[in-house]
Structures are given as C-alpha cells and as structure tokens.
C-alpha cells in the first residue's frame, strides 16, 4: 500500500510539473465589425492581424463582418462577440436599456477606446432662409431611417432645441433624404457619417446647399441632460461645394467596446497592441488616421473595462471619475 501511495504520489507530482510548465491556451477573442464595405470591417479585421502577431501567446483573434453598431451589442450581449466597434451613442443606449435596447440593456458591454468622429450635419437648400435650428419650426425634416441612431440622434437635439413638437419628421435614408431635399418635398435632413458624405457631395454638386450650426449652448444642454456621447466639431467650408463658411456641429464618435466577461491583463494586452501599433492599424483605413490615444477617451458615455482604466493610468492619462468601474 505504502508502495502505491508513493506511486501516486509521483505520478500527481509529475501531472501537476507538467501543467505547471505549459501556458495557459490563448484567450479568443471575437471581433464583430460592419459590413464589408464600410469602416468597422477593414480595422477589425486589422486589429485581428496585429493581436495574433504581437500577442499570439496570449491572445487569438479573428473579426466578422456584421450589421454593425446595434447588432454588435446583441452580439457582444449573447456571448457571440467579446469586442466589437459600435457608434458611442448606439453603445449608451445600450448600456441604458434606452431606445432600440428598451426591451433590455446589454449588461457586459463596457468601454475600451473612441476612434474617430462620426459628423451629425442638418443639410438644407441654400435658398431655404434656414439658418438656425429654430429655424426648422413648422418645416419638413427627414430625421433618418426608422430605428437608425440617426433618428435617434436627430430627435434628441431637435428635442434639446424646443422644436421637436413643431416640426413634420419623414424618416428618410441619407440618399432618401439627399434626393428629396432635391426635388424640395423635404425642407432638411439629417445626416450622420464621416464627411465628406458622398450623398451629400453628390447634392451639393448640383443643388447650392447650407449647413445649420449646433452651438455650444445646445452641446452643454445636451452634456446636461446626460448626452455624453455628443462632441464639438467644425465641419470646414472646403468640406462641400457651395459652404462659405465652417460649420460648427456636433459629432458622435465610433468606438470599441468590450465583454465584462473578459480578463483584466488581456484588455490591457489589447490596448497595448492597439497603441504600440497604431501606424499599423492606420493603413487599413482612411478613417484610421483619427484614432489617437489623447482621444481614445473623447465622448465615452459608457464605464471603462478595468483593464482599460489600468493601461490608460499607466499611460499617465486621467481617467474621470465617472469612466471608472
């Protein structure tokens, strides 16, 4: 008997050496993007490329093409996706259980990193006499597709603004709204993206247009009313045909998101590689000439990952009170 113990004994002995000597299998990580043709698909698809090269020990990644912002959160929600890109706004909506999410919150999704800025611009006929937003009263606004976080968003600053009673909304696409604008069945639109927008381009070259500023009144308004998500932006006057001025607005801003369920040091590992890589991450997209680590947290409306709060710390950024778990 005293014979077998000590078998066993060895044999626990060398299965426990064993284990103790092989590292831990790499954490996977499932990036869910856009799609294809867009912006999320090409960085994520990137940012994949960079984790598997710089930090294969520790990390496998692979990235989906996806229905972008609000089916990334569901995703990110069901454990299909543990990082995904997803608009600030979309991302707080979610993270409150607000809007398209009132059925219920996404209770993992927490913040990694702001990108680069998505530009809200209310487009009109320069020959329209609009020039400010109380100026839309009793006028017809298209607000964006039914359900899109540009209706959202529209509805928020029109409401923010006094006007949102006073006004007919026609839920129109960027195209939609670009062609009826056109043919004077709108009297302005809302449109969301980066700039310049091609359907906007495409108006401007044969319909003289304008852009109605957002002041800074409306954005601390808006931060008040708990709208972190907005951020200051000047859309320049070379930025379309016809512009004699810059433009003050405001924009919304893509970021990342990730999973609660996923470890501290890996969340690190991530932004780490992100950021030591950037000019990596930078040819995939155009876009990706934005993304800067003084701005990865402009317009975060949603609590930091703790291993995101750790490496920014460690990165002597502040991070605020209210970002922090």
Same mark, same amino acid.
């Given at each position: 008997?005293?014979?077998?113990?000590?078998?066993?004994?060895?044999?626990?002995? &060398?299965?426990?050496?064993?284990?103790?000597?092989? =590292?831990?299998?790499?954490?996977?990580?499932?990036?869910?993007?856009?799609?294809?043709?867009?912006?999320?698909?090409?960085?994520?698809?990137?940012?994949?490329?960079?984790?598997?090269?710089?930090?294969? *020990?520790?990390?496998?990644?692979?990235?989906?093409?996806?229905?972008?912002? &609000?089916?990334?959160? $569901?995703?990110?929600?069901?454990? *299909?996706?543990?990082?995904?890109?997803?608009?600030?706004?979309?991302?707080?909506?979610?993270?409150?259980?607000?809007?398209?999410?009132?059925?219920?919150?996404?209770?993992?999704?927490?913040?990694?990193?702001?990108?680069?800025?998505?530009?809200?611009?209310?487009?009109?006929?320069?020959?329209?006499?609009?020039?400010?937003?109380?100026?839309?009263?009793?006028?017809?606004?298209?607000?964006?597709?039914?359900?899109?976080?540009?209706?959202? %968003?529209?509805?928020?600053?029109?409401?923010?603004?006094?006007?949102?009673?006073?006004?007919?909304?026609?839920?129109?696409? /960027?195209?939609?709204?670009?062609?009826?604008?056109?043919?004077?069945?709108?009297?302005?639109?809302?449109? &969301?993206?980066?700039?310049?927008?091609?359907?906007?381009?495409?108006?401007?070259?044969?319909?003289?247009?304008?852009?109605?500023?957002?002041?800074?009144?409306?954005?601390?308004?808006?931060?008040?009313?708990?709208?972190? /998500?907005?951020?200051? /932006?000047?859309?320049?006057?070379?930025?379309?045909?016809?512009?004699?001025?810059?433009?003050?607005?405001?924009?919304? $801003?893509?970021?990342?998101?990730?999973?609660?369920?996923?470890?501290?040091?890996?969340?690190?590992?991530?932004?780490? &590689?992100?950021?030591?890589?950037?000019?990596?991450?930078?040819?995939?997209?155009?876009?990706?000439?934005?993304?800067?680590?003084?701005?990865?947290? %402009?317009?975060?409306?949603?609590?930091?990952?703790?291993?995101?709060?750790?490496?920014?710390?460690?990165?002597?950024?502040?991070?605020?009170?209210?970002?922090? =778990?």
């Amino acid at each position: 008997m005293v014979a077998i113990a000590a078998v066993i004994v060895v044999v626990l002995a &060398v299965i426990l050496g064993y284990y103790a000597l092989t =590292p831990p299998a790499p954490y996977k990580i499932t990036i869910y993007t856009g799609g294809t043709g867009g912006v999320y698909y090409p960085l994520g698809v990137k940012l994949a490329d960079l984790l598997n090269k710089y930090a294969g *020990d520790k990390i496998v990644a692979s990235a989906s093409s996806s229905g972008a912002s &609000v089916a990334n959160a $569901r995703a990110l929600g069901t454990g *299909d996706a543990n990082l995904i890109f997803i608009q600030n706004d979309i991302a707080y909506y979610a993270y409150n259980g607000l809007y398209m999410f009132s059925e219920g919150k996404i209770d993992k999704i927490r913040g990694l990193a702001t990108l680069y800025p998505e530009i809200i611009q209310i487009i009109v006929r320069a020959d329209s006499g609009i020039k400010t937003i109380s100026d839309l009263e009793g006028k017809r606004v298209a607000i964006g597709a039914a359900g899109s976080g540009t209706a959202v %968003e529209a509805e928020i600053i029109l409401r923010a603004s006094g006007v949102w009673d006073k006004i007919t909304v026609q839920n129109l696409d /960027f195209t939609q709204a670009a062609q009826a604008l056109k043919l004077g069945q709108v009297d302005a639109a809302f449109v &969301v993206a980066g700039i310049p927008t091609s359907a906007v381009m495409e108006l401007a070259a044969t319909t003289p247009i304008s852009l109605v500023e957002i002041p800074d009144e409306l954005l601390n308004t808006l931060k008040q009313q708990g709208y972190l /998500f907005f951020v200051p /932006f000047t859309v320049p006057k070379a930025t379309y045909t016809g512009l004699e001025e810059d433009v003050k607005t405001l924009a919304v $801003r893509a970021m990342l998101a990730i999973s609660s369920d996923v470890p501290d040091d890996v969340v690190y590992t991530i932004l780490k &590689v992100m950021f030591d890589h950037l000019d990596e991450l930078k040819q995939a997209h155009s876009r990706a000439q934005d993304i800067s680590l003084d701005k990865a947290l %402009e317009g975060l409306p949603i609590k930091l990952h703790p291993g995101a709060v750790k490496y920014y710390q460690d990165k002597g950024i502040t991070v605020p009170q209210e970002l922090k =778990p």
